[in-house]
């Protein structure tokens, strides 16, 4: 019961400060995965690439799979549900006043600073998937820098951005199926 | 049919063919609860999606529960939002049992190291297009520099960082006369 328990606030914390949709979620859980050992940053990582590439919102998928991942059936109702409630809220609450709220001066200039730290938030988060995937751990351990770096990875990795920013049309899900390709001929998993 | 099951189905509905959420879901919304059941005109999804960028939550999520509850008050956005999480619910639930079983394959592991590449670039891309917008002058580049340094090195909660950038922007505008 404390993990449901447990799930459920935490979750509902994410849903109350993740704001501007999409990736903002990302950072939270990321911390949220060192604070509460629940699940890896690898597979946090994992859950970014599953959500990309099933369908329904990025955020709920990603607490449904977290929640899954930590309690089960019941674990993935609770998450999402966590993630939820504050939305609900806040929306019934705003709905009254839509047009004023949208336009007020104060809601605005707290967007001003916030939309500039949900950015960094998110690059901060991505700087450390960055630093796991890109660099070779193993070597960093045992500080052999000359093979730090894992070329393969980072070859593939500026290939892909590449490609997406070739082809903007196309949907991430065709990029992250070639990765898996690239992943599995290349026997990627040291 | 009854008007919360008609909300729920098609709010589930929407929920099950729209990926990546957010923007991508506007086309559907636009359809199904627009131009086929005058749910909404299209001035007010474009206020809802302008309010659900700045109130806490997913945005696809924020929509349906405005919807819902103009429709058919609280309890018509709760059912509404309930529609639209719920496949991802399911088909989650699903991939996530699959997973657990399979994760130790060989083949599992080699496609999701490749993955996990291609999830770099995405999260990159992510981060460049929420730059235009909230990257706009000097200070918000430097609360940007300085997030980043914080999340990185330091254990201060994301939910903190946030609450302060807030009141900075507040301060911020404040200071300059704009409020």
Known sequence: ?190 | MPLLLELFLVFAKIGSITFGGGYAMLPFLQREVVEARHWATNDELTDYYAVGQCTPGIIAVNTATFIGAKLAGNIGGIVATLGVVFPSFVIISLIAAFLTNFAELAVVKNAFAGIRICVCILILNAVLKLLKGAVVDKLTGALFIIVIGISAFTNVSPATTVVVAGIIGLLAKKMRGDL
């Open chain 1, 1 to 190: 019961m404390p993990l449901l328990f447990n799930l459920y606030w935490e979750f509902f914390k994410v849903g109350l400060f993740a704001i501007g949709g999409g990736m903002a979620t990302f950072p939270f859980l990321a911390k949220l995965a060192v604070k509460s050992g629940w699940y890896t940053q690898q597979e946090l990582i994992n859950m970014i690439a599953i959500s990309e590439s099933t369908p329904g919102p990025i955020g709920v998928n990603m607490s449904t799979y977290v929640g899954f991942h930590t309690a089960g059936v019941a674990g993935a109702l609770i998450s999402t549900l966590g993630l939820v409630t504050p939305s609900i809220i806040v929306i019934l609450i705003v709905a009254q006043f839509l047009k004023k709220f949208g336009e007020s001066k104060y809601v605005k200039a707290v967007m001003y600073g916030l939309r500039a730290a949900s950015a960094g938030l998110i690059a901060a988060a991505g700087l450390t998937v960055a630093w796991m995937v890109l660099l070779n751990q193993e070597a960093l351990h045992a500080q052999d820098f000359s093979h730090a770096l894992n070329f393969k990875a980072l070859c593939v990795a500026v290939i892909i951005f590449f490609l997406t920013k070739k082809y903007k049309k196309v949907h991430p899900i065709v990029f992250l199926g070639l990765a898996a390709v690239v992943g599995v001929l290349g026997h990627f998993a040291v």
